[in-house]
């Protein structure tokens, strides 16, 4: 089936899980959130430094990387709006999730400007570069898109929740977990589209299945120093292998998209499932391995 077809097929599931979207979200003010008592002037000429609050080094770095990643969000809506379509109950969903996506930059930034969590000249910097860049990622087809964005939205709000645990600030806690309840509702959507489109081209699901297993990185190529952001990141437990395996890879693909028993499949679909499968397997070997590690590392 063609991505044309495919897409018109799933459009009135668009409508639906869009409809069962907007009855499930709440409204909510950013300006809200924010602790806007403590802040003060950047006086010109005065470093900053982190004297109001002082995250450790690795919830700095998630941050940093977590709220570029919003700032990025032309770049997504424009990729989600050529992947799906800007027209219809697709193109609805697109434009709303861009709306819903625009106040975490808002609510996260103001929070950091306030609090003086992060060096604002280091994030403007990082800003500037990161959008200036337009470096998102570019799934090979609407079904890899659906499968991309279902991983990286639930990556999305595991990763803003877990930041928000290890702030020691309430209202800073609060914001990123309120975001997170927003990416697990787009989580959802994408997550029943999928589900969807499985019923309509299973094979085609799967390939990309195994394609996004393979090669999913958590988004942030184009922003300045992410591989050591990502290292700080992992080794706090915010983002890590074994979240992705966890939490991710075994409750979405294996649990509920039922990988191993899907039937119907091209020979071809076969063998990306087996692959699949197998590399789920090792991940979560590896994950393993890493728990052991930290255990054995962590003071008795
Ligand atoms: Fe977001
Ligand atoms: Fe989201």
Do not use: C
Request: glycine share 4%; proline share 6%.
């Amino acid at each position: 089936m063609d991505d044309a077809a495919l897409l018109n097929e799933l459009e009135p599931v668009a409508a639906r899980l869009l409809e069962r979207h907007l009855s499930t979200t709440k409204e909510w003010f950013p300006h809200e959130l924010v602790p806007w008592s403590r802040g003060r002037n950047f006086a010109p000429g005065e470093d900053w430094t982190p004297d109001e609050l002082a995250p450790p080094p690795a919830v700095r770095s998630a941050l940093f990387v977590n709220l570029l990643t919003e700032d990025n969000l032309p770049y997504y809506s424009m990729e989600i709006h050529e992947m799906f379509s800007a027209e219809g109950a697709w193109g609805e969903w697109a434009r709303r999730w861009t709306a819903e996506e625009g106040r975490h930059s808002i609510v996260m930034r103001d929070w950091l400007t306030v609090t003086r969590a992060i060096d604002p000249i280091g994030l403007e910097r990082g800003r500037m570069s990161q959008v200036s860049s337009a470096i998102v990622p570019h799934p090979a087809s609407p079904v890899s898109g659906l499968v991309y964005v279902t991983l990286q939205e639930l990556a999305t709000r595991i990763s803003h929740h877990n930041t928000g645990k290890l702030l020691e600030d309430k209202p800073g806690y609060e914001i990123m977990k309120r975001v997170a309840a927003d990416e697990n509702l787009h989580y959802l959507f994408y997550r029943d589209m999928t589900t969807a489109a499985l019923q309509v081209d299973p094979s085609a699901v799967v390939i990309a299945i195994e394609a996004e297993v393979r090669d999913f990185a958590m988004p942030g190529v184009g922003i300045p120093d992410f591989d050591a952001h990502a290292k700080a990141i992992a080794k706090a437990g915010i983002y890590d292998y074994s979240i992705h395996h966890d939490q991710i890879l075994v409750p979405v693909i294996l649990r509920h998209w039922k990988l191993e028993d899907l039937t119907g499949l091209s020979d071809e679909a076969e063998h990306a499932r087996d692959a699949a499968l197998t590399r789920i397997a090792r991940i979560g070997k590896a994950a393993q391995r890493l728990r052991e590690r930290s255990a054995a590392l962590a003071p008795a």
